[in-house]
């Protein structure tokens, strides 16, 4: 067992960095958003910039703040415990130490924050070669509300290395989290991060990855719990042969923000991209919001890529934003596409299972079952799928009671 926390701390050698966004020209794709390592290179997010337009901004205020938290190593505001096999190495990594950084860019103000004031970054490694038959377990806990945590993780696969990677995340807390993803060349890793967080939690995370020649990332967000969760994925598929395949699973009741920015960039030569969100929905200002971005360089030569994100709005007063967005930058692929699909049950299946005599709140039921059931049996841990298929049983039951 492992446990850390975060100290507020200030990088050394903290550089700002943009990749080409002139200070009036808007931003209109992800890639060309500035990224930096310094907080004040960020403005306080007013909720007029394109990727925070659809965030309540009063909620999350409290992350834009750059100073000190009440985190303390006797008393954290998340507390962490790692289980891993004897073969995964597990440490910390301060400013500066190697691979922290090798990856990671900051590129919004909550980011940047977190990244600075992170002292020590909590570094999961499964060595090279090695095959894990169980899954990494990092569980991390909020103490309260009241409370504000940074973090930064750092997961690394070597060369040819196999294994899962399972981040969960309950309590209470106010969380800005960075995840720093590296996969080196030929391996495979599957990141499943579960939000299942108490309804008055804030968490604002951006996980960023860079995936080896050959090399594979399964990559999860499913979101069940907090009242304000945005979790950011970025993945760069940098060596020849990669594939990255990105799922995301969110139940929003009355009052819960579920927020999910997806990036993935085609950087190298023969890659593959699937990315596929679902979410439902229920209840009075239950709110998603999905942006899917695909860049295929000009370098990603045969390229295939597809993006989807479906939404099921089960009742009045709840809302989904669906937002897909493609940039091709070589004519040489074998193919890219995208869609977006939101809207309440089908009303001819519903009628084709009435009509063979189930009652309407179990063929409702089945309905949304089969709609979610397509992302939890891909993720390949019998014990959490049986968790999150019996947590979509609890949010159907509370949807039939209204």
């Given at each position: 067992m492992t446990t850390t926390t975060q100290a507020p701390a200030?990088?050394?050698?903290?550089?700002?960095?943009?990749?080409?966004?002139?200070?009036?020209?808007?931003?209109?794709?992800?890639?060309?958003?500035?990224?930096?390592?310094?907080?004040?290179d960020f403005v306080v997010p007013t909720g007029r910039e394109v990727d925070w337009k659809h965030t309540p901004i009063a909620r999350v205020a409290p992350l834009f703040a750059d100073?000190?938290?009440?985190?303390?190593?006797?008393?954290?505001?998340?507390?962490?415990?790692?289980?891993a096999a004897d073969q995964v190495q597990i440490g910390a990594l301060g400013a500066g130490e190697s691979p922290r950084g090798s990856v990671f860019e900051p590129e919004d103000r909550v980011a940047a924050i977190a990244w600075n004031r992170s002292e020590r970054a909590l570094h999961v490694r499964i060595?090279?070669?090695?095959?894990?038959?169980?899954?990494?377990?990092?569980?991390?806990?909020g103490s309260g509300a009241d409370r504000r945590a940074n973090a930064h993780i750092v997961i690394e696969a070597e060369a040819q290395a196999r294994g899962i990677v399972l981040l969960r995340h309950s309590g209470s807390a106010r969380y800005a989290q960075d995840v720093e993803i590296i996969v080196g060349d030929g391996a495979h890793l599957e990141v499943v991060s579960v939000q299942q967080w108490e309804d008055d939690a804030v968490h604002a995370s951006s996980h960023q990855a860079r995936v080896g020649r050959d090399a594979t990332l399964r990559h999860f967000v499913i979101t069940f719990g907090g009242g304000v969760v945005r979790v950011n994925p970025s993945v760069e598929l940098a060596g020849t042969g990669s594939r990255g395949e990105l799922f995301g699973l969110s139940y929003a009741d009355a009052g819960q923000h579920f927020e999910s920015q997806v990036y993935l960039h085609h950087k190298g030569a023969e890659t593959s991209g699937d990315v596929l969100y679902k979410g439902a929905l229920q209840g009075l200002g239950a709110r998603s919001v999905w942006v899917g971005d695909v860049l295929i360089g000009p370098d990603?030569?045969?390229?295939?890529?597809?993006?989807?994100?479906?939404?099921?709005?089960l009742t009045d007063g709840a809302r989904a934003d669906s937002i897909p967005n493609l940039e091709i930058e070589t004519g040489d692929i074998r193919g890219a596409g995208h869609a977006s699909a939101t809207g309440r049950f089908d009303d001819e299946q519903l009628f084709y299972l009435q009509a063979r005599g189930i009652p309407e709140d179990e063929a409702r039921r089945l309905v949304v079952l089969g709609f979610l059931s397509e992302i939890v049996q891909k993720i390949g841990i019998p014990d959490l799928e049986a968790e999150l298929f019996a947590a979509i049983e609890t949010e159907l039951a509370q949807e039939v009671a209204r």
């Open positions: 200030t990088v050394p050698g903290s550089r700002p960095h943009s990749d080409g966004a002139g200070a009036f020209v808007p931003v209109q794709t992800r890639s060309e958003r500035p990224r930096s390592y310094a907080p004040e100073e000190d938290t009440d985190d303390r190593e006797d008393d954290p505001a998340v507390a962490y415990t790692v289980t060595p090279a070669g090695v095959e894990l038959s169980d899954p990494v377990h990092v569980d991390m806990v990603a030569v045969g390229t295939d890529s597809y993006e989807a994100n479906r939404n099921l709005v």
